[in-house]
């Protein structure tokens, strides 16, 4: 059987064209793939050397963008800028009240026209240079401000830079150079440290330095804390005010006064509830689950405060979370008021779950950290833990009731004045420096974890309409070291307070520096 | 058939051709860029990666704005190999020629270590302020000052400046456990003979700045109070370049 014959026309063959023109195809891909490394090598190399250089990029003339120069000397910074042809921008620097979400008032503004630019900040910021900044363009001086040593008059202790804030509403974004708040050094001798931790919501001096378009103007920050925005664990509530946040403890409410050099908890309350059949929610409950902060006394919203610079007040709620349908859950309002920078308003919330109610108890709690030796009712004298025991020297005997609990001593005052329509209960440390420093200095508060802002006076203001009962607990014995006295002497370790439950009105809780 | 093959074949060429001329003129581009900014940035092949590789910028980028506050500058392009543990120090006070003898205040800084290699611009410059001499450095993000006591402001021009690094000499590179003392200003004409650790050593007015690897902190600690540390071996510690 034979083969049939090969189509020499359409079978491959070799051929000296067809093996040239392969190679030359071979050739060319292999050209082109070390072509392809070189330019990726080439790119890598340039974009850090740019990246070295503090040059602004090639390609991208028709944006607004920056790069910072490598600095050379303490005080100045550069950046080269690109401003888009044909459009208006200004160079804006603001120097006063700032916070993560404010914008400082501006004190210097000038035209800056589109093309490549170099703008220098200078910030001579200590109270020898009295606190002096300028900005140049291209070499040239066009904003210099002058605050003067009294803006900070002890100096600072820290600074740290500021982002742009996240709520600012406007089409085209600002392009922000430097930004910078700083944390005013307190009024201590100069062999007294004292570190202050802040956040950076608070308002504190400082400036900002920014390319804007001319016609946009900011408004002042909220006072408020807590709009969706925001992170909730920097708390709600006033931003230099006292701020609600989740405690660690489930059951303990807990208020923080960032403005005070801490993020630790200036007032620690726990709360009681005691319906008519007997039944109290408290601490000890074991269906407790959490308080859940909420947008109304009813549902399960979660809070949602609007910005409105108009409003003057915010309030939220604080739903009890119990893990039996049966059980016992209160709903407590707060309220925050601009007209009340220092205070929390608490009350029952107007709401059919609190209807059962008939008492409830406030109890403010960690004394013992923060040294309360001093107490005032009233515009009664002050008094000491001692004075407290001993109260028969100083109040009327029949008004003070001693019951001994272990470790503390619980002392009832009685403080209803019927013709006043409120009464005020104020406590503090009997320390003039913060309590680090007191800390650091005596060693005997060694490992007492004492509180570590400024010093701080707190108070309560209660309606007498609520007839509360107002209660020390005095302890004298150390949290630690079982069988020791309290450094110092004894110290108010906690506050209570029982109120009736049949009104509505709003109890306010304070917080302060200590004069 | 045969028509169509030749076409495709043609069209591929003419198209890798198009690329590969793309590409050349692209890559030119970027080679006179890369030539241009290292031109200011001073040029530095990496043969090593696994070497700290350092070259001087020999006219610093300074805006005339700050020029005219400053007293002097200098500023080195580094490369910093991965996981390089590092510390920076800084301090004036009186200093000898050749060792890390140094008295007086200083201060010291570092970071975490990267875990991929960088780039990173090592800028030092003195500024006058109340009539002391404030040391400034800038490098790899971080900031900072130091006094430099004892040290005549006044004389910075007739000053001697000792450099690992020299723009003349080009870039150097190091091992990673070496001690880089990257520059020494002294005054020579406060030459003063002291009895440091038993030994007679001529000190001067002046300061340094190093580079010091985690590794040989404590090392560079006892050389710069004069001390010798156990099992010394002087190539822990680079020695500057010499002019010829």
Known sequence: MSEPPLNRSQAARFSVLNLLVFTALIAVGLAIGLAYRLNHSLNDQLSQLVALSGRLPLTKEDELGSVKMPAVADNFDSWHVNVPIGQDYDLRLGIGAISESGIPPIVGSVRIPGGQHRITLYTGDSTKDEFRYAVYLDGTLVIEKTMGSDWMPNGWSSSHGLDWPRSSKSSSSPLQLSAQSYASKPNLDREHYFNGQSDEYVTRPGYRLWIDKPDHTYEAASPFMGFPDEPQHQGIGLRDGLRYRMASLPYRWIFTRPKLETREPVLAVEAEFITSDGTVLSSQTPTFQAWKIRNAPTGNAFLLWQEDASQTTQTAFLHAVSNSADGLQPVVELKWDVAQPDAVGIRLADTPANEQIVRWRLRILDGSSHLWRELQIGDRPWITPTDALNADKLLDKSSVKTSEKTPNKTIELESVDASASDIQLRWQPNEKLPLQIVEQKDKRYAGLRLYQGLPTRLGVQIPTVLKPKLSVDVTDKHPTNTGTAFPGGPVFDAIQIELEAVERDWIWLSAELKE | ?244
């Open chain 2, 1 to 244: 058939m045969r028509f169509a093959i030749r076409l495709l074949t043609i069209l591929i060429f003419l198209a890798g051709f198009g690329i590969l001329v793309y590409f050349s003129i692209e890559n030119n581009r970027l080679a006179s860029e890369v030539d241009r900014l290292e031109a200011e940035l001073g040029k530095m092949v990496i043969k090593d990666v696994n070497r700290v590789h350092i070259v001087e910028i020999a006219a610093p980028d300074v805006p005339p704005e700050v020029a005219s506050h400053i007293e002097g500058v200098w500023q080195f392009r580094c490369y910093l190999p991965p996981k390089y543990n590092y510390m920076q120090m800084s301090g004036g006070g009186r200093v000898t020629l050749d060792s890390l003898y140094q008295s007086g205040g200083f201060s010291s800084s570092w970071g975490s270590p990267p875990s991929t290699s960088v780039q990173s611009l090592l800028t030092m410059s003195f500024q006058k302020k109340d009539k002391r001499l404030i040391a400034f450095y800038s490098f790899s993000g971080s900031r900072g000052t130091t006094s430099w006591n004892n040290f005549n402001p006044d004389r910075l021009a007739t000053m001697v400046v000792q450099k690992l690094v020299n723009s003349k000499k080009g870039p150097r590179s190091f091992d990673q456990e070496t001690i880089l003392p990257l520059l020494k200003i002294y005054d020579p004409t406060t030459a003063k003979n002291q009895e440091i650790e038993g030994k007679s050593i001529t000190t001067y007015e002046g300061g340094q700045f190093v580079l010091c690897p985690k590794s040989l902190e404590t090392c560079l600690q006892q050389l710069r109070e004069g001390k010798t540390p156990q099992d010394f071996n002087p190539n822990w510690v680079a020695t500057a370049v010499v002019d010829e």
